[in-house]
């Protein structure tokens, strides 16, 4: 599969800023996917884009589906500290391509109190 | 949402030994079915690709007789890594397609230590 571009690699911030990251990715994907990660868990599913421009808000979680079909933002307002984790961005082509999930690198987020 | 769950959540082993590792969806019947290997600080790698009553679609450069996937049920697919060496150990999770087939659901993991 393919990988995405990711970024950032990492951020380090103070509780009650606001995060942004992105994805892009030189193909089009028909889903696009934001997880998170805690140490030694699996990943969370926390918002899913269906459609190229779709805006989609989960509390204080907000995501973009580019309308070019190749990239995606995940942004979060007032971050709190139980926000650290991993983020990974994914692109589901879907029945062409099993199904199968093209993600990203990762952002690793740091809040500190 | 969708619980997939794995067992064991940690398993050592000796070198040279077999181990098996299960994913199951709790909620739901998953025909399809995923297992990943992460590194630390890396992203998910796909290995292979479980259909319900069929043969696993690996990925290129993931060995078939290595690590053995079978699907023998809507809700269970199990990994067994054969012949496990200290270079297998990783994080495997698991993670089985949505009704809706837009979403994937993942486990928690299984952390495999080969000695």
């Known amino acids: 599969g393919q990988q995405l571009n990711q970024s950032p690699q990492s951020m380090f911030i103070q509780e009650g800023e606001d995060v942004s990251m992105n994805c892009t990715s030189s193909?089009?994907?028909?889903?696009w996917l934001w997880y998170k990660q805690d140490p030694g868990e699996g990943p969370v599913l926390l918002i899913a884009?269906?459609?190229?421009?779709e805006l989609t808000s989960n509390g204080r979680l907000t995501a973009q589906f580019g309308i070019t079909r190749k990239d995606s933002f995940l942004n979060i307002s007032a971050s709190i500290p139980s926000d650290v984790g991993i983020y990974f961005c994914?692109?589901?082509?879907?029945?062409?391509?099993?199904?199968?999930?093209?993600f990203g690198k990762g952002t690793s987020l740091l809040v500190t109190p | 949402g969708a619980v997939v769950s794995q067992h064991p959540s940690r398993v050592i082993c000796k070198s040279g030994t077999s181990v098996k590792i299960e994913c199951r969806s709790l909620d739901f019947q998953a025909t399809t079915m995923f297992w990943y290997r992460q590194f630390p600080k890396q992203s998910l790698m796909l290995m292979a690709t479980s259909n319900e009553g069929s043969k696993a679609t690996y990925e290129q450069g993931v060995e078939k007789d290595k690590f053995l996937i079978n699907h023998a049920s809507l809700t269970l697919s199990t990994l067994t890594v054969t012949s496990a060496h200290p270079e297998d150990s990783s994080f495997y999770i698991c993670s089985a397609l949505g009704r809706s087939t837009d979403t994937q659901y993942f486990g928690p993991g299984t952390r495999l230590t080969v000695l």
């Open positions: 884009l269906y459609k190229a421009g």
């Open positions: 994914a692109g589901l082509l879907g029945s062409n391509s099993g199904y199968a999930l093209n």
């Open positions: 193909s089009i994907f028909n889903t």
